[in-house]
T-cell receptor
Framework: RKEVEQDPGPFNVPEGATVAFNCTYS??????FFWYRQDCRKEPKLLMSVYSSGNEDGRFTAQLNRASQYISLLIRDSKLSDSATYLC???????????FGQGTRLTINP | NAGVTQTPKFQVLKTGQSMTLQCAQD?????MYWYRQDPGMGLRLIYYSASEGTTDKGEVPNGYNVSRLNKREFSLRLESAAPSQTSVYFCASSEITSYTFGSGTRLTVV
């Protein structure tokens, strides 16, 4: 089993729709969780951290479910500019290094 | 403020050739990382350096060596390139676990 798993998609949704992704992790000792956004042929960039209490940044909401060992990302009122690959990342076992999921490709259609 | 700078941006090597990928950060981060990204595989950690003077293997270290030259610089060396090393290589640095990535090196080994 991979340490961090994501549905690779692709997800194709109409503009204005709400879309959600999940990411599962296998190590219950994981401490830190993140969502990164990666545009085509670009480097990943931090979208948001995921806290135990969940967090929201505008149209984006991230949540952590420790019992079921997954994190989620919800995008409301999706925009064409949200088209990208979304990578989840998990800090495994207290070390600073992150393990990344394979990414979920999202395309927002007009 | 440059952040993380990688050179070169593109490279084509013949099988058996060697090369060094350079990475430098100006954020005074202690930790630096080298990842490779292949289609459908996500980002996989090659080597990392938790602090100046230390390096450790990641998930896929075979065929690579690294040098943490000083706090700013972390280089990745391919001693004898193989076609399986065709990939996009990303360097990153971090303080705690929030990563900043370089723009990547697209390497093709023929």
């Amino acid at each position: 089993r991979k340490e961090v798993e994501q549905d690779p998609g692709p997800f194709n949704v109409p503009e204005g729709a709400t879309v959600a992704f999940n990411c599962t992790y296998s190590n219950s000792a994981s401490q830190s969780f993140f969502w990164y956004r990666q545009d085509c042929r670009k480097e990943p960039k931090l979208l948001m951290s995921v806290y135990s209490s969940g967090n929201e940044d505008g149209r984006f909401t991230a949540q952590l479910n420790r019992a079921s060992q997954y994190i989620s990302l919800l995008i409301r009122d999706s925009k064409l500019s949200d088209s990208a690959t979304y990578l989840c990342a998990v800090n495994i076992g207290g070390a600073q290094k992150l393990v990344f999921g394979q990414g979920t490709r999202l395309t927002i259609n007009p | 403020n440059a952040g993380v700078t990688q050179t070169p941006k593109f490279q084509v090597l013949k099988t058996g050739q060697s090369m060094t990928l350079q990475c430098a950060q100006d954020m005074n981060h202690n930790s630096m990382y080298w990842y490779r990204q292949d289609p459908g595989m996500g980002l996989r950690l090659i080597y990392y350096s938790a602090s100046e003077g230390t390096t450790d293997k990641g998930e896929v270290p075979n065929g690579y060596n690294v040098s943490r030259l000083n706090k700013r610089e972390f280089s990745l060396r391919l001693e004898s390139a193989a076609p399986s090393q065709t990939s996009v290589y990303f360097c990153a640095s971090s303080e705690i676990t929030s990563y900043t990535f370089g723009s990547g090196t697209r390497l093709t080994v023929v």
